[in-house]
């Protein structure tokens, strides 16, 4: 089973910061299994990015992923006030999906 | 516009059998490539993933639950199921049932429902 890393735990920023999160796997993996969601209190999560470095639908083009093998970051070019929230990295096994434990970013 | 909606009791006992049922509106769980999922968050935690159902009827769990756990789906309905065993206080979290996709370079839960809240307790 793949073990996700995310680092930091919390970052504190203002808007219009840059912001890059990391997402370190256990061992290598297909860039094409790797995804981010950000998520806010009392919601669900929304998916950001798919396949490492693919916007989902709607996603604002200040977030952007990128990374291989064992490194992926997802980075938001400039924090809007709407962004605070929590950002996970997902990995999807052939039999196994995990989840990196997040990065919080607040004000 | 594809929409999931989880139903099933609050509150289980400890020992008891947790039984969630998400009902599909806008697509039909039969339709792929789609894998009809389930996932849960504990109290201020982290996501954990579940289990899956595929479109195909293939099952996919996750190995920490594997012993205590049976997704299906009943497409007359269209809808997908979860029982968890034996449940302790440990399976106390808000679950969600999600539609994860696969994407031509990648994949991603798009479609979460709203998520409900289990508490185990006697």
């Known amino acids: ?20 999160l990391s997402c370190r796997a256990s061992q290598s993996v297909n860039s094409n299994s790797l995804t981010w969601y950000q998520q806010k209190p009392g919601q669900a999560p929304r998916l950001l990015i798919y396949g490492a470095s693919n916007r989902a639908t709607g996603i604002p083009d200040r977030f952007s992923g990128s990374g291989s093998g064992t490194d992926f970051t997802l980075t938001i070019s400039r924090l809007e006030p709407e962004d605070f929230a929590v950002f996970y990295c997902q990995h999807y096994g052939r039999s196994s999906w995990t989840f990196g434990q997040g990065t919080k970013v607040e004000i | 516009q ?38 849960r968050q504990h109290p201020e935690k982290g996501l954990e993933w579940i289990g899956y159902i595929q479109y195909s009827g ?46 031509v370079s990648g994949y991603g839960v798009d479609v979460w429902g709203q998520g409900t809240t289990v508490t185990v307790s006697s």
Do not use: H
């Open chain 2, 58 to 103: 293939i099952i996919y769990y996750n190995p920490s639950l594997r012993s205590r756990l049976t997704i299906s789906a009943d497409t007359s309905k269209n809808q997908f199921s979860l029982m968890l065993s034996s449940v302790t206080a440990a399976d106390t979290a808000m679950y969600y049932c999600a539609r994860a996709r696969y994407y």
């Open chain 2, 2 to 39: 594809v929409q999931l909606q989880e139903s099933g009791p609050g509150l289980v006992k400890p020992s008891q059998t947790l039984s969630l049922t998400c009902t599909v509106s806008g697509d039909s769980i039969s339709s792929g490539p789609y894998y009809w999922s389930w996932f």
């Open chain 1, 1 to 20: 089973e793949i073990v996700l890393t995310q680092s930091p735990g919390t970052l504190s920023l203002s808007p219009g910061e840059r912001v890059t």
